[in-house]
């Protein structure tokens, strides 16, 4: 065995305590030296954010300064652009007389149903004809239904303030009343057509059977002659609408009718919104003041030009130069005071219509009352296709030949219900004798049904749609047929939640031409686009699901307020209500909403979100804090009434839509985007739009775009501060975009806003 081999490496070499001493000190001079250039920086860089800060501090003040300056200019200026609003009500005024002189020059035979004598006198002398046969009922709906139309029209276009209290126990009690006198026609009607039951009968079945289709009213009669047991399943023309009747009507002496009325004079009405104390302004009654004033004034200057004309012509005619001259100075001091008197009653129209534009926006601050379990919320649903009018009648008698002469029983007590199921069932043996009655019905084609209709029956004691003794609903959306069973028949409706379209997922209005755009607003189910020329409103497109929807309403120019009835009745209701609130999380109740939670309507609704809050900046304690559903910040409808009727004034040329931001925002403020579109040809894909957040007296474009991470109130660059979104607007806008905004009717503008005003886009989007 050799020698060990020795190791090639040799121990570490242990550090003395003065090199540990002299490392340790190495390393805290380095540290030393680090903290200090860290400091350094850090000093460095907050003098340069404070310099920053200090800069746009300085910036922000002169351009607050420079706002402020020149806001009594803008000001004034928006004042003599927005007399629009209260010019276009004064034509609406003189077309509502005019309106009513042609009906007086017309001599038609109709009468003005305005006026409590013409109207009473033609219910008078209607209740008294007898023997109409339906369809002569029928012919006269058509003027009945025009009339209830008109009186409605009056109710809801007539400003608020210049409705009086008596005036509107007028209009709705005759609306009530012309309701009741059809109806009970249409009943007097159908006993006449019965009576003639067994001259009408079916060669095959031996039962009569009777529709009689129009496009306001269809009526489904069946009368039992022959009382077959066998004979259960009712079908009306080859049609699937019909009834699944039990045993015991079979064997009965009954007729079995559906009078569907595709108008809904049921329900009752709802009352005309009041004009508050709360939303007049205080400017109004010292205008009031200065209007009287001004005409006493008036009235004096014309009595003190009497006496002195009476005083002239017993004395001697002076020279006819100071004649003439004293009655030219006289005509100017009479001018002033009416031009005066003119431009007074013009502010306190002004003012009118401010307040009933506000009207529109105001938010309840509680629900009128609970609603029991059955009981349908008509704050939440509304009823969409008319009414089936669903009765088991007891059959009259027949119609008897007799030597020539047809002879015929007439019952004093007229049309009788028959009672089904019967209020004591103690005679029958069979327990379930009763069954529920099984329904086909046809849904209204012009209507849209986005989800499955519900069912509710008319409580005519409770006076109010119940959902209860309702059962085995189903529906074919394909057909647009929908089944159910019914304990007891009465009048039946479909209902649906009022604002299943709400909140829209975006929107936008954009100009066509010189007093013409169009507004398309997006929801969950559905795109539709909204022209508006001059006056009037039509319906350009509807989408379902991305496919193209016809509908009756397309290509039909309306009335604002005519055009929105159209759109609610047929299921197209993208206008919410004061109520509204209260079922649908708005923009301000969605500030403390997290990332993700989707809004749910209807009952889902309430399941989801059980306590409803909205939530509101305060600048003192710089956080959100939560507040009711229904109570709002005071401030918020007068900024949305201000951005709508200035987006109105420029939609001729400028082009305006929904931003992300807007829900991210303060509540105090609105953010939207804004171009200039001047061409007619589609926009292109990615338009460049600036962003705008507008505080009611604060207008100022942001830097962010739709794409930013985060919100930011920071000014675009080379941009100002504004008192109005007209001059915010206006300030980068060009020649060409503010020649055309200058050329808009206030006919036009005033439809727009009004638009504007009932959808409600800056909170419901």
């Known amino acids: 065995m050799g020698p060990k081999v020795k190791k090639s490496g040799s121990k570490k070499k242990k550090i003395t305590k003065a090199e540990r001493l002299k490392q340790l000190q190495e390393e805290e001079e380095k540290r030393q030296k680090e903290e200090e250039e860290a400091r350094v920086k850090h000093e460095k860089e907050e003098m340069e954010r404070l310099e920053i800060q200090r800069t746009e501090k300085e910036k922000w003040r002169k351009l607050e300064a420079k ?42 035979g109709s009468p ?67 309701r009741e006198l059809l109806h009970l026609k249409f009943n ?89 104390q709360e939303n007049t302004s205080t400017v109004t009654p010292v205008v009031k003041g200065e209007v009287k004033s001004v005409e006493t004034a008036i009235s004096k200057n014309l009595q003190e030009e009497r006496k002195q004309q009476e005083n002239e012509s017993h004395s001697v005619h002076e020279e006819e130069t100071e004649v003439m001259e004293e009655q ?41 009352y609970s609603f029991e379990d059955p009981e349908v919320d008509l704050y939440q649903f509304t009823t969409l296709g008319g009414v089936y009018h669903l009765d088991i009648l007891e059959l009259p008698p027949q119609c008897k030949p007799v030597k020539g ?50 069912v509710a029956r008319w409580d005519a004691e409770g006076k109010h749609w119940k959902t209860d003794g309702i059962s085995n609903v189903s529906y074919q959306p394909e057909d647009r047929l929908i089944t159910f069973s019914l304990e007891t028949f009465g009048p039946v409706t479909l209902i649906q939640d009022a604002h299943v379209n709400m909140p829209y997922q975006s929107w936008e209005l954009r100009p066509l031409d010189v007093n013409k755009v169009l507004l398309t607003v997006t929801t969950v189910f559905t795109e539709i686009q909204i022209q508006v020329k001059e006056n009037l409103c039509m319906l350009a497109s509807i989408k379902l699901n991305n496919k193209r929807h016809s509908s009756a309403l397309e290509e039909k120019w309306m009335s604002p307020v005519s055009f929105i009835i159209a759109l609610k009745e047929a299921g197209l209701n993208i206008f919410p209500t004061g109520h509204s609130h209260f079922y649908v999380v708005t923009n301000y109740k969605k500030k403390g ?43 918020l409808p007068l900024v949305e009434m201000k951005a709508y009727r200035q987006m109105a004034l420029l939609s001729s040329a400028f082009a305006f839509g929904w931003s992300r931001w807007n829900t991210e925002c303060d509540p105090k403020n609105v953010v939207f985007k804004v171009r200039e579109h001047l061409t007619k040809e ?60 200058g050329r808009s009717s206030c006919q036009f503008t005033d439809s727009v806003c009004h638009l504007l005003l009932s959808t409600r886009l800056l909170s419901y989007s």
């Open 188 to 276: 007097i009607a159908t006993e006449i057509l019965l009576r003639q039951a067994s001259t009408l009968a079916d060669l095959d079945s031996g039962n009569m059977e009777k529709v009689i289709q129009d496009e306001n009213v269809t009526l489904y009669v069946w009368a039992n002659l022959k009382k077959n047991p066998r004979y259960r399943s009712v079908r009306f023309s080859e049609t699937q609408i019909g009834f699944e009747i039990p045993r015991i009507l079979a064997t009965s002496d009954i007729a079995l009718r559906l009078l569907h009325t595709h108008y809904d004079h049921v329900t009752p009405l709802r009352p005309v919104p009041a004009a508050s």
């Open 112 to 178: 003005d149903p305005s006026i409590s004598q013409e109207i009473n006198t033609f219910i008078s002398l209607w209740k008294e004809e007898t023997n109409e046969t339906f369809e002569a009922v029928i012919a006269k709906s058509k003027l009945v239904l025009n009339l209830i139309e008109r009186l409605k029209l009056i109710l809801l276009e007539t400003p608020p303030y210049d409705l009086q209290d008596k005036n509107i126990a007028q209009y709705q009690g005759s609306i009530l009343e012309l």
């Open 328 to 368: 030219d100075d006289t005509e100017r001091q009479t001018e002033e005071p009416e031009a005066t008197k003119c431009d007074l009653e013009m502010k306190l129209l002004s003012e009118t219509v401010s307040a009933a534009q506000m009207l529109l926006l105001e938010n309840a601050s509680e629900k009128p």
């Open 67 to 108: 706002a402020l300056e020149r806001s009594n200019e803008e000001l004034e200026e928006l004042y003599l652009l927005e007399r629009c609003f209260p010019e276009a009500e004064k034509l609406k005024r003189e077309k509502r007389l005019l309106s009513q002189w042609k009906h007086y020059i017309q001599c038609d």
């Open 682 to 741: 589609e926009p292109s894909p990615n338009p460049n739009w600036n962003f705008l957040m507008f505080s009611g007296d604060r207008a100022q474009s942001l830097k962010i775009n739709e794409s930013s991470e985060a919100f930011s109130k920071a000014l675009k660059e080379d941009t100002e501060f504004h008192s109005t979104l007209y001059h915010m607007v206006k300030d980068s806008a060009s020649e060409e975009a503010m020649e055309k905004v």
């Open 593 to 635: 909403r997290k990332k993700g939670q989707e809004q749910k309507s209807g009952v889902l609704s309430n399941l989801i979100f059980p306590k409803r809050v909205s939530l509101q900046y305060d600048l003192h304690v710089n956080e959100w804090s939560t507040t009711p559903a229904g109570q709002f910040s005071a401030e």
């Open 405 to 454: 002469w047809m002879i015929v029983e007439i019952l004093k007590e007229g049309l009788q219900k028959y009672v089904y199921p019967p209020e004591t069932t103690e005679d029958f043996e069979m327990e379930n004798a009763f069954p529920p009655i099984e329904v086909m019905l046809k849904v209204h084609e012009n209507v849209i049904f986005f989800e499955a209709p519900m």
